[in-house]
């Protein structure tokens, strides 16, 4: 008899998300003592430093959504004090092209089941059931986002995934 389970990445609306970070150079006239204390007092504002060359300040910034950066932005262009900006926006990391992952999923099975390359995914058969760790390795298949089988052959659970990208 074979079972067939297919589960599949959930995104839930309530995971924390990274913030949106800039970078702001700030040309200023004037005191720069006040003009860095009326920065730090803009919410988002995470670190506030004197820098040499064409600017006179750099400012991490960072907020929920990608509009609220501006906005604080446009905040610090309203100090007095304040001649020009420039604002540099971080961009989240390249994904990895390629990643060893079969060795991630041998690795965390170990002798617990045996991992075989089947028609560009895995199958993961389950060799001690008691010891198996199943949440790491259903963590991993997500994270990577692969499509998830789990069916029984012969007595034993099998884990068959492939990578929606292959």
Do not use: H
């Amino acid at each position: 008899m074979v079972k067939r389970f297919k589960f599949r990445k959930r995104r839930l609306k309530m995971v924390k998300t990274p913030p949106f970070t800039a970078f702001v150079l700030i040309k200023i006239e004037g005191g720069l003592k006040e003009t860095v204390r009326k920065i730090k007092k803009i919410p988002g504002v995470r670190c506030v430093d004197p820098v040499t060359g064409e600017y006179d300040l750099i400012v991490k910034l960072e907020a929920e959504r990608e509009d609220e950066v501006k906005k604080r932005v446009d905040q610090m262009r309203s100090i007095e004090s304040i001649k020009g900006t420039l604002t540099l926006s971080v961009r989240p990391p390249i994904p990895e092209v390629y990643t060893d992952v079969e060795s991630k999923i041998r690795e965390i099975v170990g002798e617990t089941g045996s991992v075989e390359p089947k028609y560009g995914g895995y199958d993961i058969t389950v060799l001690n059931e008691s010891m198996f760790p199943w949440p790491t390795v259903f963590k991993l298949l997500w994270e990577y986002q692969f499509e998830i089988w789990v069916t029984e052959k012969e007595d034993k659970v099998v884990i068959s995934c492939k990578s929606p990208f292959t």
